[in-house]
T-cell receptor, first 116, second 114 residues
Framework: AQTVTQSQPEMSVQEAETVTLSCTYD???????LFWYKQPPSRQMILVIR??????QNATENRFSVNFQKAAKSFSLKISDSQLGDAAMYFC?????????????FGTGTLLAVQP | DTGVSQNPRHKITKRGQNVTFRCDPI?????LYWYRQTLGQGPEFLTY????????KSRLLSDRFSAERPKGSFSTLEIQRTEQGDSAMYLC????????????FGPGTRLTVT
């Protein structure tokens, strides 16, 4: 069974600093997608960044970047120049690329606090 | 594009009552998903529709749960004979077949069973 593990229930970062959120996953599939979703308090979840497993290059979206280590099954999110608006719950998620399954498998989340 | 909407946003019900939630996906999105999120946990998949066909159901979806998507547009999720363990946030998401990866989430319906 595919699983996603986020071992940091809470993290804190100073405004303008950099923080890294960890995620590991387990799968026997060779082709899949990995995602980081952001869920602000009382607001809907939005996609922050995605990574296709067949791509060796790490994905980057503005201040957000990932460190994808396929062999280690590790997928961490780095937030640079942290802003107050980055405070939210962050979920790592996995989805196989092929087959009939379209469901996302989520980790338990990391609550990020940004200190002014 | 108004995004995914869900109604109601909050529902308080007594144990044993039936409840129904509605999800309106983004226009022309042919795929629709339901997830359940309990406190301190990530969302867990419940079921998935492509157009009006329900193609996948989780083992979490007991006989008391039923989901429909008539005409491939909005979807409803009904819970019969609610139990306190059903208290959770119910999330809906939608996507296009041509979008290989992104699911757009609604704000959720928070259910409290007393």
């Amino acid at each position: 069974a595919q699983t996603v593990t986020q071992s940091q229930p809470e993290m804190s970062v100073q405004e303008a600093e950099t923080v890294t959120l960890s995620c590991t996953y387990d799968t026997s599939e060779s082709d899949y997608y990995l995602f980081w979703y952001k869920q602000p308090p009382s607001r809907q979840m939005i996609l922050v960044i995605r990574q296709e497993a067949y791509k060796q290059q790490n994905a980057t979206e503005n201040r957000f970047s990932v460190n994808f280590q396929k062999a280690a099954k590790s997928f961490s999110l780095k937030i640079s120049d942290s802003q107050l608006g980055d405070a939210a719950m962050y979920f790592c998620a996995y989805r196989p690329r092929g087959g009939a399954t379209n469901k996302l498998i989520f980790g338990t989340g990391t609550l990020l606090a940004v200190q002014p | 594009d108004t995004g995914v909407s869900q109604n109601p946003r909050h529902k308080i019900t007594k144990r044993g009552q039936n409840v129904t939630f509605r999800c309106d996906p983004i226009s022309e999105h042919n795929r629709l998903y339901w997830y359940r999120q309990t406190l301190g946990q990530g969302p867990e998949f419940l079921t998935y529709f492509q157009n009006e066909a329900q193609l996948e159901k989780s083992r979490l979806l007991s006989d008391r749960f039923s989901a429909e998507r008539p005409k491939g547009s909005f979807s409803t999720l009904e819970i019969q004979r609610t139990e306190q363990g059903d208290s959770a946030m119910y999330l809906c998401a939608s996507s296009l077949t041509t979008q290989r990866y992104e699911q757009y989430f609604g704000p959720g319906t928070r259910l409290t069973v007393t």
